[in-house]
T-cell receptor, first 113, second 115 residues
């Protein structure tokens, strides 16, 4: 039973346009959400996060939106650049001392010049 | 600027063999983790540790063992390797539980094939 779902395995976007990556979750106890970016043959790197007390967090070209009632979050990249081409993982945490992150399966973003 | 370092990068094991994946971090983080990623799947937690001498099971612990004798090191032991353990393994660390301001940092991964 997937608690974090990324239903789009891949996304192709033209350079300069907006990329929107979506993530849905089922566990209402999740209160902290993160996006990780992963290049081939490398480990995931932290991109941006959002706490459940917020509905938006922005960092440069990257913005994450959280809709708690819909249990949905999205990552917006504007403008998209070829270097953004990577697999993006959505992850969620329910806090506590365990510190476990539950990951989605990832969305492969391709930004074409 | 090492961060999380894991070795080896690549390894081929025969069924039934054992091996240890090494992981060390130089950020003085209390929490350490081992994840595995199968093709087309997200990362799944194998084991984690909240401090030296303390370890606990994650979502997929069967066939693995860990120890945490120091803050820096968190080796993952595979006993009696099976083809189902063919995967990419990621070690990670964080200062505390992932909350606002506390992020999990990952190593570059170890590709393991069991034949």
């Amino acid at each position: 039973d997937q608690q974090v779902k990324q239903n789009s395995p891949s996304l192709s976007v033209q350079e300069g346009r907006i990329s929107i990556l979506n993530c849905d979750y089922t566990n209402s106890m999740f209160d902290y959400f993160l996006w990780y970016k992963k290049y081939p043959a490398e480990g995931p790197t932290f991109l941006i996060s959002i706490s459940s007390i917020k509905d938006k967090n922005e960092d440069g070209r990257f913005t994450v939106f959280l809709n708690k009632s819909a249990k949905h979050l999205s990552l917006h990249i504007v403008p998209s650049q070829p270097g953004d081409s990577a697999v993006y993982f959505c992850a969620a945490s329910s806090g506590g001392s365990q510190g476990n992150l539950i990951f989605g399966k990832g969305t492969k973003l391709s930004v074409k010049p | 600027n090492a961060g999380v370092t894991q070795t080896p990068k690549f390894r081929i094991l025969k069924i039934g063999q054992s091996m240890t994946l090494q992981c060390t971090q130089d950020m003085n983080h209390n929490y350490m983790y081992w994840y595995r990623q199968d093709p087309g799947m997200g990362l799944k937690l194998i084991y984690y540790s909240v401090g030296a001498g303390i370890t606990d099971k994650g979502e997929v612990p069967n066939g693995y063992n860990v120890s945490r004798s120091t803050t820096e090191d968190f080796p993952l032991r595979l006993e009696l390797a099976a083809p189902s353990q063919t995967s990419v393994y990621f070690c990670a660390s964080s200062y505390s539980a992932p909350r606002s301001g506390n992020t999990i940092y990952f190593g570059e991964g170890s590709w393991l094939t069991v034949v």
